[in-house]
């Protein structure tokens, strides 16, 4: 063996970084509707507004709950002032922490998607819109939060889903490397985000979007977590980002 010939080089070490496999939360991994309308009818009672239902939430849902809880006014023909916001935010949180993890419960296969991709040797993490202070506790009482390599929310950094960065940032808090981490998520602020960010992404059919997840061009779509397997996530990455925004469908 020729002891000046480094063994491996540094080009071979990045190989050696894992694959990442990045999840956004809500209507992803975890089937929150039901809590989320719970928790924003509370919210909107206490101004005396009609409840939402489950297809209003998909037009309401995704930028975290201060902007939901000004959606739902604004659908009802009550826009907010910001001033107005703050206590109906602190309402919900209350509410929704108060409950957790209701009946809140993983997407059918998403743990054994978890194991199996474990098993492979990829990495998983979280990049939700949802507040930090409601994701973690959610998945620590569900018991996915040790597994997780990293959970970032929508108030961890001062940029959010669909901005590239968030997911660029929890790419790299989790040690991960863009060209190797792959975004699954339900809706156009995960697509457009992995698009912002030239990440793969994996589009979810069982989530909240408003829209057919087909129409946002992700690079590949499961509609169940059996689908999720390492082989899937290596033929994501290698056809990599497809996605085109503006969405005009
Ligand atoms: O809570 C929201 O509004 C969105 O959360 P998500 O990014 O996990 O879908
Ligand atoms: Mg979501």
């Known amino acids: 063996m020729d002891l000046a010939t480094p063994s491996f080089s540094a080009s071979e070490g990045l190989i050696l970084t894992a694959t990442l496999v990045v999840f956004d939360l809500d209507g992803t991994m975890i089937d929150t509707a039901p809590d989320l309308i719970e928790s924003l009818n509370h919210t909107i009672a206490a101004r005396d507004l009609e409840p939402v239902s489950f297809d209003d939430l998909t037009h309401l849902v995704g930028q975290g709950a201060r902007v939901m809880i000004r959606r739902a006014f604004d659908l009802r023909g009550y826009p907010l002032s910001d001033q107005e916001v703050d206590p109906l935010f602190d309402r919900f949180i209350d509410h929704y922490k108060a ?9 059918a296969g998403l743990e054994a998607s978890l194991d199996r991709l474990e098993r492979d040797g990829c990495r998983v ?4 819109n949802k507040a930090e202070q409601l994701a973690v506790p959610l998945l620590r009482k569900l018991g996915l939060a040790d597994r997780m390599a990293v959970i970032t929310g929508g ?6 889903k669909p901005d590239g960065r968030h997911l660029l940032e929890t790419i790299r808090l989790a040690g991960g490397d863009p060209a190797k981490s792959i975004l699954v998520g339900d809706s156009v602020n995960d ?3 992995a698009h912002n960010a030239s990440v793969a992404s ?4 069982f989530g909240y979007s408003d829209v057919p997840i087909a129409d946002l061009n992700p690079t590949r779509i499961i509609s169940h977590f059996d689908e999720l397997t390492v082989e899937l996530v290596q033929e994501t990455l290698a056809a990599g980002n497809r996605a085109k925004f503006p969405v005009t469908a």
């Not at 409950?99 to 997407?107: A, E, N, T, V």
């Not at 994996?202 to 059919?205: E, F, K, P, Q, R």
């Open 99 to 107: 409950h957790m993890p209701g009946q809140s419960r993983p997407f």
């Open 125 to 128: 993490a979280v990049c939700t």
């Open 155 to 160: 108030d961890t950094f001062a940029f959010r």
């Open 191 to 193: 697509i457009q985000a």
């Open 202 to 205: 994996l589009g979810v059919t």
